[in-house]
């Protein structure tokens, strides 16, 4: 046994000198999220702090978490390549996409799930071939980990959270009782297992090109006609004909409204309410007509646009932008108004990358 006066067993200097280290904690947890790097040079102690469970524990029961903006971009180097961005109110740190260790797989039509400060990559396909495993970016730290596999292999699958849950349908043959019984399964990351969700047969052969969660109930558009899950009651029902001829693309949830990007070079909101698309105002003249592969989040209430647009210097690169939006509802709800907060170069890529996925989490 090491004797107490062992240079190893010595106490660790103060985070803050002078101020109880539950105090310093309670001081440094507040601070906000684009000054960790230089805060994180300030000394050993605070360093290590920055980088251990107990400080996000910290954010989160003094409610200090701040949203970031994960974005996943397939390029000639690399089919995933992954970014961060966070917010900043300081005009002189530029707004970039940092990046993320390498993801430790290489697979192609994979859907994504946020759950708290974790991003889960759901299946995919590799060779051609579609996976059942899934991985686990912990967005505290920026490491992949394995999650559990789901029941079978999917590939192009909806994916939605609800009440702590993950929920994902479709993206599989149903050749087999297997795949027949498992076409929606339910991840709870307490126990740690997937379990089959009960489903009608006749929409299992429903191939998905976007997800979405509003109110509670998981809206999964398909080739012919979407369908709608409630975890609630589970109950399947048919997407309502306004919202599925309207929906283009990728798309997100603020403040219950559905937004897309649509090939007209609009931003449309859906009010399930009234059953009406309306066109988002206020934001034509401060983005570009038409936004090459756009994808949306919602990054702390506000409407994150991302899109590509060709490098404009003599490097053939690929350049990544992004807008945040603020949405509200005016006329009693007929009008959906946008005021852009700002409009932003975030990253140069290889030429011929392209956006695959966006996805915001609160850390």
Request: hydrophobic fraction near 35%; include cysteine; proline fraction near 7%.
């Amino acid at each position: 046994m090491s004797s107490s006066t062992d240079p190893d067993c010595s106490e660790q200097p103060p985070l803050i000198p002078s101020i109880p280290d539950d105090v310093a904690l309670n001081c440094l947890a507040r601070v906000p999220w684009s000054h960790h790097p230089t805060l994180s040079l300030v000394s050993k102690s605070i360093r290590s702090l920055l980088y251990s469970p107990l400080f996000f524990t910290a954010r989160s029961l003094l409610q200090s978490t701040e949203p970031l903006l994960y974005l996943s971009i397939r390029s000639p180097l690399s089919p995933s390549l992954w970014f961060s961005l966070g917010r900043t109110n300081d005009q002189d740190y530029p707004r970039s996409l940092v990046p993320v260790p390498t993801a430790p797989f290489s697979s192609v039509g994979s859907s994504y799930a946020a759950l708290g400060s974790t991003i889960y990559v759901l299946g995919g396909s590799t060779n051609d071939v579609p996976t059942s495993r899934v991985w686990a970016l912990d967005c505290r730290f920026n490491k992949w980990l394995p999650a559990p596999s789901m029941r079978v292999g999917r590939e192009f699958s909806a994916a939605g959270v609800v009440d702590g849950r993950i929920y994902v349908m479709g993206g599989c043959v149903v050749d087999t009782w297997a795949r027949s019984t498992h076409w929606a399964e339910a991840f709870d990351p307490r126990t740690g297992k997937w379990e089959a969700v009960p489903s009608p047969i006749e929409i299992r052969d429903k191939w998905m090109h976007a997800s979405a969660v509003v109110d509670g109930k998981i809206y999964a558009m398909a080739d012919r006609g979407g369908i709608v899950y409630d975890p609630r009651n589970g109950k399947w029902e048919s997407v309502e004909s306004e919202l599925d001829s309207g929906w283009r693309g990728r798309a997100c949830v603020v403040d219950g409204v559905l937004y897309c990007y649509d090939f007209s070079g609009k931003i449309w909101g859906f009010d399930g309410k009234k059953k009406e698309w309306r066109e988002l105002r206020g934001v034509e003249n401060g983005l570009p007509r038409f936004l090459c592969g756009a994808t949306m989040a919602n990054m702390g209430g506000n409407l994150v646009v991302v899109w590509e647009e060709e490098g404009r210097g003599s490097r053939k690169e690929t350049e990544i932008w992004c807008a945040e939006i603020g949405v509200e509802k005016r006329q009693d709800g007929r009008e959906l108004w946008g005021k852009i907060g700002w409009v932003e170069k975030v990253r140069s890529v290889p030429s011929r990358s392209s956006i695959v996925h966006c996805v915001a989490v609160s850390v």
